[in-house]
């Protein structure tokens, strides 16, 4: 590699969330020019792009257009126009993730038949169409959209047969329940020479009540043999799909030791959040060099730590106000990351904290703490 960044380079990025505005931090620092689509007039990436363009990232016309104008094209998001895509790789834009991978993402059916076909090992399961077939699963099961789920929404158990009254009715998938110990994932890193890279297993605590990421453990309370194979899972997962950026690969631990692949974020994820304080290389930091051809950085941890979702609490809905976080300042080896959402609502992700401390049960005592101390209201 001769040259480092051409000055020319343009990155576009559709969506412009929390995972876009990181993201655009870490360009920053190699004065790439970006550009950024999202629907939202105060989207939180919207102040730090070189330019925002308005719109809908699943529209055809709109994606082209804005692809058009750049040369290395990205996601925060999944649910974009691949079609578009599609047409601008043609065209000669990079686009990374590739388009045909975002389009098996989106689908968790496709998702399941390529873990089925590459023989990486994912709990079983069935394609539906409707209720009908659903009624001779062996219960209990766990039906979930095929499409347009996230964070929980379009996940549900069905406890027997009569559930299938409440049975979502747009084509899904039916899984087995598994039997889950722990929640882990690795992230994974694929650059345009096929060099890949991880970063160690983390453990994902979730809210059950907002099926979200309450907070996770870095590293993982595991075993090294259950370690080493969650990595040799990730990395097998991203070699099959020859995915070039960052992929987080979620995992269930089962009760009985078993590692099952349950679904993967093909860009920059919650379950790397603690990487820009904890690692050598922040999740951003390596997915702009997977994308821009460049060395991949070191994954390694300088130390462990507890990355805490900071949501909104239940019950309060409008201008945010975030009660206890200068207490929380003074506290050594705590990183508050507000996402600059004016409006809070019951259990939006509103910002995170990173606690990295040598010792992990101290880094968890001091979330605990947290988690008492910082509430997101309503003025
Ligand atoms: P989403 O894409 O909305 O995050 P997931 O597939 O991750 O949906 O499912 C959400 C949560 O539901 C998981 O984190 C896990 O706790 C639970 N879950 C999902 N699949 C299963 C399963 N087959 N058995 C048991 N629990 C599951």
Redesign the pocket.
Known sequence: MSNFLPANEKLGILGGGQLGKMLLQKAADYNIECHVLDPSSDAPAKAYAHYFTQGNFNDFDTVYLFGKNVNVLTIEIEHVNVDALIKLEQEGVHVYPQPNIIKTVQD?GLQKQFYQNNKIPT?P?KLVDNSNDIENSQFP??Q?LRKF???????Q?LSSASDSSIAFTEPSII??????DK?LSVVVARNTIGEVRHYDPVE?V?NDEA?L?DYLVSPANISEEISNQAIALARQVIKSFEMVGILAV?L?LTKKGEL?V??IAPRPHNSGHQSIEANFTSQYDQHLRCIFGLNLGDTNMYCPSVMLNLLGEDGYTGDADYVGLNDAMKMSGVHVHLYGKKTTKPFRKMGHVTITNENLKEAMKIADELKNTIKIISK
């Open positions: 968790k709990s399961f099961v766990i979930k789920g996230y964070d929980g929404r379009g996940v158990k899984e087995e329940l598994v039997d889950i929640e994902l979730f099926n990421l979620e269930f099952l349950n679904e």
